[in-house]
């Protein structure tokens, strides 16, 4: 009984909010130039709206620069970022009270939640690399982190 309860919750974690895409940058040959890739693991809300503006973001200056892609990926949407409240900025937080109340869609939402986790990452990364670089010292790491949760979480 216990071996079928852990395997349904095992197959079950599997399956929701998780999913993953991969749109390849073509020439006007048909010549792969390159490739995006998005996924989300535990992401309940806009899951495929995130991955859409994932790869968007990541094609786009080829799009506009003529290359083609390959894949599934609605060109024709609008994947700007709905106004922020009062001039603050979105994080997790604030962009999940603005769905519940209906002030923005689930497919808005979707393109907060991919934007604030990418700034985040990014922000992560360059904090990473000049910690490890030696051009800040832990206290600066610890701000720059807090803030990149702040960014991200919204706590």
Same mark, same amino acid.
């Given at each position: $009984?216990? =071996?079928?309860?852990?395997? +349904? %919750? %095992?197959?079950? +974690?599997?399956?929701?909010?998780?999913?993953? @895409?991969?749109?390849?940058?073509?020439?006007?040959?048909?010549? *792969?130039?390159?490739?995006?890739?998005? /996924?989300? #693991?535990?992401?309940?809300?806009?899951? *495929?709206? +995130?991955?859409? #503006? $994932?790869? #968007?973001?990541?094609?786009?200056? %080829?799009?506009?620069?003529? #290359?083609?892609?390959? /894949?599934?990926?609605? !060109?024709? =949407?609008?994947?700007?970022?709905?106004?922020?409240?009062?001039?603050?900025?979105?994080?997790?937080? %604030?962009? $999940?009270?603005?769905?519940? +109340?209906?002030?923005?869609?689930? =497919? *808005?939402?979707?393109?907060? !939640?991919?934007?604030?986790?990418?700034?985040?990452? !990014?922000? $992560? !990364?360059?904090?990473?690399? @000049?910690?490890?670089?030696?051009?800040?010292?832990? @206290?600066?790491?610890?701000?720059?982190?807090?803030?990149? *949760?702040?960014?991200? @979480?919204?706590?």
């Amino acid at each position: $009984m216990y =071996r079928k309860i852990i395997i +349904s %919750l %095992l197959l079950l +974690s599997s399956i929701v909010g998780c999913s993953n @895409r991969v749109i390849h940058i073509v020439d006007d040959s048909g010549k *792969e130039v390159g490739e995006c890739m998005a /996924g989300y #693991y535990l992401h309940f809300y806009g899951l *495929e709206d +995130s991955i859409d #503006y $994932m790869l #968007y973001q990541c094609a786009k200056d %080829l799009i506009d620069k003529g #290359y083609k892609i390959s /894949g599934v990926l609605p !060109l024709d =949407r609008d994947y700007t970022l709905p106004k922020s409240p009062e001039g603050t900025p979105w994080n997790k937080k %604030l962009a $999940m009270s603005h769905f519940k +109340s209906g002030q923005i869609t689930e =497919r *808005e939402l979707g393109y907060v !939640l991919a934007a604030t986790e990418y700034e985040y990452h !990014l922000k $992560m !990364l360059d904090a990473e690399k @000049r910690f490890a670089e030696g051009d800040i010292d832990e @206290r600066e790491f610890n701000k720059i982190t807090q803030e990149a *949760e702040f960014i991200w @979480r919204g706590e």
